[in-house]
């Protein structure tokens, strides 16, 4: 389980306003909230898709997160952020990931939210598989692009 | 002993999630030659994979990092969440 209620890893669906509220509460001085929320998709490279399942490594998960977290309040005044991750099986238009942080002035906000999502992608270790209308199985490949997209925040 | 676990596409090539090793290596290079004695499975999986990603006790590890009794080692391919 994970140390901090900032890192959530679950089956359960999520409700992005109680979420962001909970992200506001108890904070007047913020300004901005900036919220992603990844969703399944019913096609992945020109095939049907359907049904997603997510695995992940418990406790490594929970601990890469928090590090991609707090490195993003490093690098950006932030006054809150969250991170919930589903696991399990997930079916098209489901929601998957969701990503908020808040902050006074939004440009921190925007920049640490995307952050968090490009480092999520390539460093916490969750893998997707998924299941073709015909039932055939497949792991989902890692993709160059989101290995790119991390390195545009390299120091 | 140590703990080494298998993630996705390796735990169904490999056939198992999780074994205990007696330490008798040094370093994950070393674990990696004697799991990829086991067979072509192992060897193409893991020790011949240049994606192979490593971790130790939780954290992003690499074929150099020393183990010691009680680690906990897994293996997995590149990540896919998100």
């Keep these: 389980m994970s140390d901090t209620p900032f890192i959530k890893i679950q089956q359960d669906d999520f409700d992005l306003t109680t979420e962001v509220a909970k992200l506001r509460q108890g904070h007047k001085d913020i300004g901005a909230v900036v919220s992603f929320v990844g969703t399944v998709r019913d096609i992945n490279e020109g095939?049907?898709?359907?049904?997603?399942?997510?695995?992940?490594?418990?406790?490594?998960?929970?601990?890469?997160?928090?590090?991609?977290?707090?490195?993003?309040?490093e690098r950006w005044k932030l006054e809150s952020s969250l991170i919930i991750h589903r696991i399990g099986k997930m079916y098209p238009t489901d929601q998957i990931v969701l990503v908020a942080v808040s902050s006074r002035h939004r440009e921190n906000a925007f920049h640490a939210a995307h952050f968090i999502m490009d480092y999520l992608k390539t460093n916490a270790p969750f893998w997707k598989k998924e299941t073709l209308p015909n039932g055939e199985e497949r792991w989902v490949d890692s993709r160059v692009s989101d290995k790119e997209a991390e390195q545009r925040w390299a120091k | 002993?140590?703990?080494?676990?298998?993630?996705?596409?390796?735990?169904?090539?490999?056939?198992?999630?999780?074994?205990?090793?007696?330490?008798?290596?040094?370093?994950?290079?070393?674990?990696?030659?004697?799991?990829?004695?086991?067979?072509?499975?192992?060897?193409?999986?893991?020790?011949?994979?240049?994606?192979?990603?490593?971790?130790?006790?939780?954290?992003?590890?690499?074929r150099e990092t020393v183990i010691k009794a009680g680690d906990e080692i897994a293996f997995f391919p590149p990540v896919t969440g998100g």
């Design chain 1, 47 to 73: 095939d049907e898709v359907s049904v997603l399942e997510l695995e992940h490594y418990p406790r490594m998960t929970e601990k890469a997160l928090e590090k991609i977290r707090l490195e993003a309040h």
């Design chain 2, 1 to 62: 002993m140590i703990n080494i676990l298998y993630f996705a596409s390796f735990r169904e090539v490999l056939g198992q999630a999780e074994e205990q090793l007696p330490v008798t290596h040094s370093t994950v290079s070393e674990l990696l030659s004697e799991l990829a004695a086991r067979g072509d499975h192992w060897k193409v999986a893991l020790a011949d994979n240049a994606n192979l990603q490593i971790a130790v006790n939780h954290d992003v590890a690499s």
